[in-house]
């Protein structure tokens, strides 16, 4: 009976051992297949990571030759910055030069004798009027000074941007007797070809600006549509 049961116990014991084998090998292929895939992941990771430095080191090297052109992707580029184009720029500043001009009157144009850029000679200085010889989109800035002497001494100083018939912008300055203040405004706005875009003043029948090109108006053409 007691060889029996040492039989018994060799041969459990025989497929403890076994399983025990068994289940090693099968946690070591695991591992090995887990190994694997990560292998894998990594290599395709640097694949994609090399691809970026490529374009990248393209960017940084001066490679923007697709962007230069009207076409990309098959989308067209009408809208260019107007450096080098054969239709621009644009560009405009006029000032005031005389000490003050005085007795401006309820929604008159103020006038910038001055010329001093008028590239596209878009600006009037007879009138005040820039008139757009181009569509696109323009910056508009302007900077009055209030004048203080005088009859204008505390009279405020207010005036507005205005494109055709649209307030596009106000400056205001309200002077003392012992200072001047100026107000000054820029704008972006979308321009089409012939629109006049002036300076106004509003809420004063005599006004006086202060001149000695201090108060300017200027516009440039940032990009054409």
Known sequence: ????????????????????????????????????????????????????????????????????????????RKERFLLDGNEGPVAFTAAINARVVEHVGLNETVKFDTVITNVGNGFDNT???????????????????????????????????????????????????????QGAQTVFVRVNQGDRIFIRSVDNKDLGIGGELYSTFSGFLMSQL
Request: hydrophobic share 40%.
């Open 127 to 181: 009138t005040g009027v820039f008139t757009a010889p181009l569509p696109g989109i323009y910056m508009f800035s302007c900077s009055l000074l209030d004048h203080m002497d005088g009859v204008h001494g505390n009279v405020k100083l207010h005036a507005e941007i205005v494109q055709n018939d649209k307030v596009i912008g106000r400056v205001f300055a309200h002077a003392g007797d012992n200072y001047r203040d």
């Open 1 to 76: 009976m007691m060889a029996v049961y040492k039989c018994i116990i060799l041969t459990l014991a025989s497929f403890t051992y076994c399983y025990a084998v068994l289940d090693s090998e099968t946690f070591q292929n695991t591992v090995l297949d887990k190994l694997e895939t990560l292998d894998n992941k990594i290599a395709l990771q640097k694949v994609v990571i090399d691809n970026q430095q490529s374009i990248l080191h393209s960017l940084l090297t001066g490679s923007f030759q697709a962007y230069d052109e009207r076409k990309v992707d098959g989308i067209d």
